[in-house]
């Protein structure tokens, strides 16, 4: 090779754990200047053209010079990793089993997932066609006695000489002066005017919303303490993770604050993630009333164009905070100094998709590698977490036992369902239920009313022949939503109309059985009809910032009713909530998994917590058929710690999390036999492979068998040895990822085991 020649190294993006090493590749002269760790890039391949990821340059290559190829060409955007996110996405990639550019992907601007809008330079932005005025042209255009221009011409000067800046968008002016495209072109070129395209910003902002806590923050002792362990850690520049286990309300978005000011102060950025794009709206009010504009959220319920806008931002050093979810952890924000976790026990912190990451554990990771402090906040830790800051040296366990603006206990109670006369009251709003929201709302207070199921029933059954009608894709039962009038299977999202007739046996003889959030609310409507009362799950909030129009409208003075699911049990700060009831939390214990006690405990704390916020008394009551059910009776003792220690040993008789680590590995396909078979292999491929100690369950049938027509078994793996397992795996289990009959999805540390 001629001298003064680099290299690249490239991962080429295709799927395919097979290919997923580097390869060398020429930098032209030309790009030289251009080419560094993060770059996107056009590669030649065989006979087409791939995107590849730069991960490393250098000067020279192992490869025959004859062997090597040019790259084609850059892609129109800028790095999207440094060495240090490449270091954390190599450690996704070994740990979670996938291939690195599977991973590379999670760092690429919104908008760019793909090859074709990759290979676009420009796209992404959005620009405006703008007209400004030449005021020295004009005034010297003005005072020749000569100068004739047409009436439009003269409109459009006027417009543009009238308005502050002295430039307007093209659309505009020309509806504004009612004139023509072809006026415009004439004092182009008489250069009386100008014409560019500028980039627009697509902005996203919550307001309008109440956010409680100014600026000037008063802190109790606990608060206090927490905020300086973190600044010593800031200070010293020291990667430690600290655990703020907090009571709801215990004021852990105020030590949020004041550690994200001193971050802020000293030059650095700050990271705060919650788990879901409901609890977005207020925190983001709260921090703006200190932040102002530097404050940035970042989530999938903005427009493509919208995230593609604040990532730019944040890759340019605009924004001090971003506030967002999972997304937001690989955007790439500099010199940043403090990641904080709210809510660090949810599950939605798990990604679902390819790359099954969990964000907590990659933050964790990302904290070590940049060496700053980690914090994770909750009332209600997952034990895995709880233990490990017990049990490492670099962890931190922060307690706040106190709520930071009210002294008074929320009163709890219990109704035990079985003793409901069915032919006299109602299961679901029960009296004891109904006589207690009459109560608070004739006192001109709010109710939160907790189901966790959505849709209208639960099933439709035919009271003649006995069938359920059942998704064909999943052999699941459907669920009936009323608002839409359709069955709809809530594991792949397949629609049908509800006709009320049965199609086993063609008779108008079908029963509407259980009760999801939409029965709920009719029942609500319909006793309390001159309320507002809204409504908050998944179906409803699609549209884009329907969380915000329905927080906005709830949190408004006066009674109010807010009915809904998982979404409304954190992070809702409204003082007015005197009273939160529990509609039926059986249906939680009942998956065949073992986080479920830890689940059920967690949401009805959480949604506890959203009653008695401030001076009022708050009470909480909980409709169950299990009233003495260990989970249930160390929620009416409020006692975590019980709660914590009852659940760990039980999980350390079974040697689950966290005293090991699972892997579920998932093997699905479109023909039953293919996956059984396909399963029996992939354990004999294990058990010959596989050096490490592990124990073993299944291969089994998943207990959600078939899903979107893919039928579905696992194995479990149990191992105190995760990183070396998780290495063998990725070796063993190459040959099977090319197998076109059946899917493998390996699953570390599965939140869910479904």
């Known amino acids: 090779m001629e001298p003064g020649y680099k290299y690249a190294e490239v991962y080429i993006d295709i799927r395919s754990l097979s290919v997923d090493h580097p390869f060398d590749y020429i930098i032209p002269h030309a790009m030289l200047d251009s080419i560094r760790t993060g770059s996107v890039v056009i590669v030649p391949v065989s006979n087409r053209k791939e995107i590849g990821y730069v991960v490393r340059v250098k000067d020279k290559s192992r490869v025959s010079a004859g062997a090597l190829k040019e790259i084609a060409g850059l892609t129109g955007i800028s790095p999207v990793f440094d060495e240090q996110m490449l270091e954390l996405a190599m450690w996704m990639s070994r740990y979670y089993v996938q291939p690195l550019t599977g991973v590379l992907r999670l760092f690429l601007p919104p908008g760019r997932k793909n090859k074709r809008t990759l290979q676009k330079k420009g796209k992404g932005y959005k620009y405006r066609t703008m007209i400004e005025i030449d005021r020295n042209a004009y005034g010297r255009a003005a005072d020749d006695?000569?100068?004739?221009?047409?009436?439009?011409?003269?409109?459009?000067?006027?417009?543009?000489?009238?308005?502050?800046?002295?430039?307007?968008?093209?659309?505009?002016?020309?509806?504004?002066?009612?004139?023509?495209?072809?006026?415009?072109?004439?004092?182009?070129?008489?250069?009386?005017?100008?014409?560019?395209?500028?980039?627009?910003?697509?902005?996203?902002?919550?307001?309008?919303?109440?956010?409680?806590?100014?600026?000037?923050?008063?802190?109790?002792?606990?608060?206090?303490?927490?905020?300086?362990?973190?600044?010593?850690?800031?200070?010293?520049?020291?990667?430690?993770?600290?655990?703020?286990?907090?009571?709801?309300?215990?004021?852990?978005?105020?030590?949020?604050?004041?550690?994200?000011?001193?971050?802020?102060?000293?030059?650095?950025?700050?990271?705060?993630?919650?788990?879901?794009?409901?609890?977005?709206?207020?925190?983001?009010?709260?921090?703006?009333k200190m932040f102002g504009r530097e404050v940035a959220v970042y989530h999938s319920h903005m427009s493509d164009g919208e995230r593609f806008d604040r990532w730019m931002e944040i890759l340019e050093g605009e924004v001090g905070l971003v506030i967002g979810t999972r997304s937001a952890l690989f955007t790439p924000l500099k010199d940043i100094g403090i990641i904080i976790i709210d809510e660090e026990h949810d599950p939605s912190y798990k990604e679902g998709s390819m790359v099954r990451y969990n964000t907590r554990d990659v933050a964790a990771r990302l904290s070590e590698i940049k060496n700053i402090p980690l914090i994770m906040g909750s009332a209600t830790p997952s034990v895995s977490t709880r233990y490990m800051v017990e049990n490492k040296k670099d962890c931190t366990l922060m307690r706040v036992p106190v709520r930071a603006r009210s002294s008074k206990k929320v009163e709890r109670q219990v109704v035990d369902l079985r003793s409901i006369d069915r032919k006299k009251e109602d299961e679901f709003i029960t009296p004891v239920l109904h006589k207690a929201i009459r109560e608070e709302l004739e006192k001109d207070n709010k109710v939160i009313i907790f189901i966790n199921r959505r849709g209208f029933s639960n099933f439709v059954v035919c009271r003649g022949c006995g069938n359920v009608p059942r998704c064909p894709a999943c052999e699941l039962s459907y669920n009936y939503h009323r608002d839409s009038g359709k069955l709809i299977c809530h594991h792949c999202g397949r629609e049908e109309k509800y006709t009320g007739v049965c199609k086993q046996c063609q008779t108008a003889n079908l029963f509407l059985a259980g009760s999801g959030i939409q029965r709920v609310e009719e029942k609500i409507r319909t006793r309390f009809r001159d309320v507002p009362i809204y409504r908050m799950d998944s179906d409803i909030t699609k549209?884009?910032?329907?969380?915000?129009?329905?927080?906005?409208?709830?949190?408004?003075?006066?009674?109010?009713i807010m009915i809904g699911t998982q979404m409304i049990t954190k992070g809702l700060d409204i003082e007015d909530v005197t009273l939160v009831g529990v509609i039926n939390c059986d249906g939680m214990f009942s998956l065949p998994d073992y986080h479920m006690n830890e689940r059920a405990y967690q949401l009805i704390t959480q949604v506890a917590g959203r009653a008695g916020r401030k001076d009022k008394e708050g009470r909480v009551i909980i409709q169950t058929y299990r009233p003495d059910a260990g989970v249930i009776i160390h929620l009416m003792d409020e006692d975590y710690e019980k709660f914590y220690m009852e659940e760990l040993e039980n999980r350390r008789e079974l040697s689950y999390p966290p005293f090991s680590n699972l892997v579920n590995i998932i093997i699905s396909g479109h023909n039953a036999s293919a996956v059984e078979d396909g399963a029996k292999k992939v354990l004999d491929k294990i058990n010959k492979?596989?050096?490490?100690?592990?124990?073993?369950?299944?291969?089994?049938?998943?207990?959600?068998?078939?899903?979107?027509?893919?039928?579905?078994?696992?194995?479990?793996?149990?191992?105190?040895?995760?990183?070396?397992l998780t290495a063998e795996l990725g070796e063993s289990l190459k040959s099977h990822r090319k197998n076109k009959d059946i899917r493998l999805i390996i699953d570390v540390d599965p939140e869910w085991i479904l």
């Open 145 to 288: 006695p000569g100068w004739k221009r047409s009436k439009a011409q003269k409109r459009i000067l006027d417009r543009l000489s009238q308005s502050g800046s002295g430039m307007m968008e093209r659309a505009m002016l020309l509806k504004a002066s009612s004139s023509s495209a072809g006026s415009i072109k004439k004092l182009i070129e008489k250069r009386l005017i100008r014409q560019n395209k500028r980039r627009v910003r697509r902005d996203f902002r919550y307001g309008g919303l109440p956010g409680s806590g100014g600026t000037d923050i008063t802190m109790n002792q606990y608060q206090r303490k927490c905020i300086d362990l973190v600044r010593s850690s800031l200070e010293s520049r020291e990667s430690r993770k600290f655990l703020i286990q907090g009571v709801t309300g215990s004021g852990k978005t105020e030590i949020y604050m004041n550690i994200c000011k001193k971050v802020i102060a000293s030059g650095r950025r700050a990271l705060i993630l919650v788990p879901e794009i409901s609890l977005t709206p207020q925190l983001f009010s709260r921090f703006e």
């Open 543 to 560: 549209k884009k910032k329907s969380h915000q129009e329905i927080i906005g409208g709830f949190s408004a003075p006066g009674r109010a």
């Open 689 to 724: 492979d596989i050096k490490i100690n592990i124990d073993m369950l299944g291969p089994a049938p998943a207990p959600f068998y078939k899903i979107n027509k893919f039928y579905r078994w696992h194995i479990l793996l149990k191992t105190k040895e995760i990183d070396s």
